[in-house]
């Protein structure tokens, strides 16, 4: 963004961050907004445990500085910072209750980061940012690089470090983090932790702007019901597919796993046991920030089930009207027939419709027929010549199925099984392949047939030319019915 005059001037005149530093109640907001939600990583809060919890803290600020530097009370102080002018918090209604709740505002979190930021801090680590520079910078250099001898290469790379690291390791020598070191990276997970959850709660505000924009769209619509919902479902998939819904998903499938929250449970254990992270006396909670972070992405994703929700009660609610005005009309017709039944009119006074279909079938039609009968004239028909060869018309083959069924029941009358071969032997193919092929289609027709893989049987037979044919196939075996 460009900072330039027109564009701060702007910024301080609307944005809620900027009001809440020009205020003159600002150290009492930013305190106990911080205390309150941000300390305990508090999504949300009942009116009255908010107004219960400001009042003990307006009792304690009238007594330092006076009753007259506070003269309101504190659920009008409350509901002046939910204000649309101020936008300090967020006051809404959870589904099923009638009370309303609280929380903060995107916009909130951040002037109160950036106040925490001003604080002086007694350590200022640089060696693990330095680090999770150069981290970042490998990965995505790795992760954009398409030639595989090079990824191959880095690869060998990483993998001959580790095999000397761990040489170095099984030879005694074992590097460890220095006091200072710890620190370092400890103090910028803290950072990273707290920021991570005030992102969840801009992008929590993002898809509830979202809902909010549904729900004044579908109060004011009045077209059809599938193109609401395309142009709603668009909207909805064009935040899912922005870089910060996918790098949501993907976070959030990471964290659901229960490997990584047993792991990271581990870890959590392990670094803040360490005596250089007890000095610095870290939060009780940072031992299950992880579960606050669950905590936090199940607030956002219920915030997309409310969406479902809202485009559910949509499609309900015009079904209902629909199935309403059918029965609305279904009522004015009988109304207007118990009118009529005791003294009818005369005549035609109501046009119907055809009260059947009318079923046209295409082989119902009549076929053609010529509109003028031919005339044939009595001609003596000539012989004449015609170069075609009438041959093929009397080449035909024709396989009796029957006849070669016949020879099968025949051959079992006397024996339980016999193989393809020796049926063949007994009765020689006149026709050649194609009454062979006829043997393999009944072997596959009959009842009990038997197929002898591992075997194989030669059979010859002679065609119309004298020429000897022989084909080679497994044993084919027919079974008498038991």
Request: hydrophobic fraction near 40%.
């Amino acid at each position: 963004m460009n900072l330039n005059y027109t564009t701060l001037d702007l910024l301080r005149r609307n944005h809620p961050a900027w009001r809440l530093l020009r205020s003159d109640y600002a150290p009492l907001v930013a305190s106990f907004l911080h205390r309150v939600f941000i300390v305990p990583n508090v999504r949300e809060m009942a009116r009255a445990d908010l107004a219960e919890a400001l009042e003990d803290e307006l009792f304690a600020l009238r007594e330092q500085d006076g009753p007259e530097s506070f003269p309101r009370s504190a659920s009008a102080y409350l509901n002046d910072w939910a204000d649309n002018d101020k936008g300090w918090l967020r006051k809404f209604y959870p589904p099923g209750s009638d009370e309303p709740h609280f929380d903060l505002t995107p916009s909130t979190e951040k002037a109160i980061a950036w106040l925490e930021s001003l604080t002086a801090r007694a350590f200022i680590g640089t060696e693990s940012r330095l680090l999770t520079l150069f981290e970042l910078l490998r990965q995505m250099s790795e992760g954009s690089e398409t030639d595989p001898q090079a990824r191959i290469a880095d690869l060998h790379k990483r993998r001959d470090e580790i095999d000397a690291e761990i040489a170095r390791i099984l030879a005694g020598d074992i590097p460890m983090l220095d006091d200072t070191a710890l620190k370092d990276r400890f103090q910028q997970f803290l950072q990273l932790a707290r920021e991570l959850l005030t992102d969840f709660r801009e992008v929590e505000h993002n898809f509830r702007t979202l809902d909010r924009k549904v729900r004044e769209r579908i109060a004011l619509w009045d077209g059809a019901k599938g193109a609401l919902l395309e142009e709603i479902m668009g909207e909805r998939d064009a935040i899912a597919d922005s870089d910060q819904g996918k790098s949501f998903r993907a976070f959030w499938d990471f964290l659901m796993s229960q490997t990584r929250q047993e792991e990271l449970t581990q870890l959590l254990e392990q670094v803040l046991a360490l005596p250089p992270v007890v000095e610095m006396q870290p939060e009780p909670r940072l031992h299950r920030v992880h579960y606050d972070w669950l905590e936090a992405g199940e607030n956002t994703q219920r915030t997309v089930a409310r969406l479902s929700q809202q485009l559910r009660r949509f499609l309900d609610d015009q079904a209902w009207l629909e199935n309403r005005r059918i029965m609305d009309i279904l009522h004015t017709l009988e109304g207007r027939v118990l009118a009529v039944r005791e003294a009818p009119p005369t005549g035609a006074f109501m046009p119907l419709a055809d009260t059947t279909a009318g079923i046209e079938l295409p082989m119902e039609r009549p076929l053609y027929r010529p509109p003028v009968k031919p005339l044939i004239a009595d001609v003596e028909l000539e012989e004449g010549d015609a170069e075609v060869d009438a041959a093929v018309l009397y080449a035909q083959v024709v396989i009796d199925r029957a006849e070669l069924s016949r020879h099968i029941r025949q051959s079992l009358q006397a024996r339980a099984q016999i193989s393809l071969g020796e049926l063949v032997s007994a009765h020689p193919l006149r026709q050649g392949l194609a009454e062979l092929v006829t043997y393999l289609q009944l072997a596959s027709d009959w009842p009990h047939t038997v197929v002898d893989e591992e075997t194989l049987d030669t059979i010859e037979w002679q065609t119309q030319d004298g020429v000897s044919r022989r084909a080679r196939l497994p044993r084919v075996i027919f079974v008498r019915k038991i």
